[in-house]
């Protein structure tokens, strides 16, 4: 079964300490794997696509790395506007439509 | 930038009533995408759309139905509401590289927060 598994739920951290977000997945044929920022009352804001093994994609603070199992989302020296729910989701060759989402990540940033 | 725009931002409607969520795009995209979302369940397809008049269910497409007329415009129908329909309401749409086949994201609408009581 096609699946998509994120940890923590939760995660806070201190302004500047750096950390990592984990998207985990099972799916019969990866044919990208999406990262979003969604902000309290908004709808998801699209960050990065990675395709496969080994690509990397960064923009400001983050940076998205992909394995055959896995994403991290790396957080560098973040700032409180860094706080937001990051929702990472798949789609398989399978199925080109359906795309499989994770339950987030609730990242808060204190000063 | 792709925009996705929702009618409206907040609903209040009565159990019962028709409420129709409206939703355009000005990206020419092929695909459209109507999405609930609740706490502890995350995103949930209820339909979605790969053409104009083309539609196909999702995962829980009970109680609603969809109409896609023109290619901008997507809208979600609930034939006769109920309070287990109270959620947060997400439009999405992509488009479908025939260049390079690859994968392409969603773009989302900033939502429609319903409330049926």
């Known amino acids: 079964e096609d699946q998509v598994t994120q940890s923590p739920e939760a995660l806070r951290l201190q302004e500047g300490e750096s950390s990592s977000l984990n998207c985990s997945y099972t799916v019969s044929g990866l044919r990208g794997l999406f990262w979003y920022r969604q902000d309290p009352g908004k709808g998801p804001e699209f960050l990065f696509t990675?395709?496969?093994a080994g690509e990397e994609k960064e923009k400001e603070r983050l940076k998205a790395t992909l394995t055959k199992k896995e994403s991290f989302l790396h957080i560098t020296a973040p700032k409180p506007e860094d706080s937001a729910t990051y929702l990472c989701a798949v789609q398989a060759n399978r199925n080109f439509n359906k795309f499989y989402f994770g339950s987030g990540t609730k990242l808060n940033v204190k000063p | 930038d792709v925009k996705v725009t929702q009618s409206s931002r907040y609903l209040v409607k009565r159990t019962g009533e028709k409420v129709f969520l409206e939703c355009v795009q000005d990206?020419?995209?092929?695909?459209m995408f109507w999405y609930r979302q609740d706490p502890g369940l995350g995103l949930r397809l209820i339909y979605f759309?790969?053409?104009?008049?083309?539609?196909e269910k999702g995962d829980i497409p009970e109680g609603y139905s969809v109409s896609r007329e023109k290619k901008e415009r997507f809208s979600l129908i609930l034939e006769s509401a109920s309070t287990n329909q109270t959620s947060m309401y997400l439009c999405a749409s992509s488009f479908f590289s025939v260049v390079d086949n690859r994968a392409q994201p969603q773009h989302f609408g900033d939502g429609t927060r319903l409330s049926i009581l």
């Open positions: 990206m020419d995209h092929e695909n």
């Open positions: 990675l395709y496969s």
């Open positions: 759309s790969y053409d104009v008049k083309m539609k």
